[in-house]
């Protein structure tokens, strides 16, 4: 069964790195979102792809964030001079285009991260 | 106002009961309504989607949808303690509005032995 997956799991870092997180989607989806979620939070839209275009960004995400999905498969999240505020579960997620079935998405297993 | 509101609860019910868990959305032209479960530690599952006002039935889970009042439920029937977990609610605009699908922060179900 190929879902969508996730990696690394888990990352820890230090305060002022780069982490960058990588999503593989379901293989005939072509829409691709990341979230991100905190304790005791549902899950918070950052960005979605359809295809290679990223259609939608968050008017929360900062500019040390960055997402890509230069061929439309797989995607990268860049987190740039991290902050302990971006401790989260990062979860990548896919949806078919496809009218009947109401853009239902799907998740990976989650990225943690801990900023220290 | 939230654009997809739950009671975070905790909502404790026995072993057996119905449980009932609401969302309210604030965004009247959305059309596609999902319900996730979510254990502790892991990432958000599906359980049902919903699309047309009124009831969606599935084994002991029960979507209803109510477009106008801008609620969707879900019931749980026969609540087993495996159904302790957090429920999410989640709406998308679909269409020319969009394909950003939001989440409410959940509703925590208990479910006692």
């Known amino acids: 069964d190929t879902g969508v997956s996730q990696d690394p799991r888990h990352k820890i870092t230090k305060r002022g790195q780069n982490v960058t997180f990588r999503c593989d989607p379901i293989s005939e989806h072509n829409r691709l979102y990341w979230y991100r979620q905190t304790l005791g939070q549902g899950p918070e839209f950052l960005t979605y792809f359809q295809n290679e275009a990223q259609l939608e960004k968050s008017r929360l995400l900062s500019d040390r964030f960055s997402a890509e999905r230069p061929k439309g498969s797989f995607s990268t999240l860049e987190i740039q001079r991290t902050e302990q505020g971006d401790s989260a579960m990062y979860l990548c997620a896919s949806s078919l285009r496809n009218s009947s079935s109401g853009n239902t998405i799907y998740f990976g297993e989650g990225s943690w991260l801990t900023v220290v | 106002q939230k654009e997809v509101e739950q009671n975070s609860g905790p909502l404790s019910v026995p072993e057996g009961a119905i449980a009932s868990l609401n969302c309210t959305y604030s965004?009247?032209?959305?059309?596609?309504f999902f319900w996730y479960r979510q254990y502790s530690g892991k990432s958000p599952e599906l359980i049902m989607s919903?699309?047309?006002?009124g009831d969606k039935e599935d084994g002991r889970f029960t979507a209803q949808l109510n477009k106008a009042s801008q609620y969707v439920s879900l019931l749980i029937r026969d609540s087993q303690p495996s159904d302790s977990a957090t429920y999410l609610c989640a709406v998308n605009r679909g269409g020319a509005g969009g394909f950003k699908t939001i989440f409410g922060a959940g509703t925590r179900l208990f479910v006692k032995a």
């Open positions: 919903i699309y047309s006002n």
């Open positions: 965004d009247r032209v959305s059309q596609s």
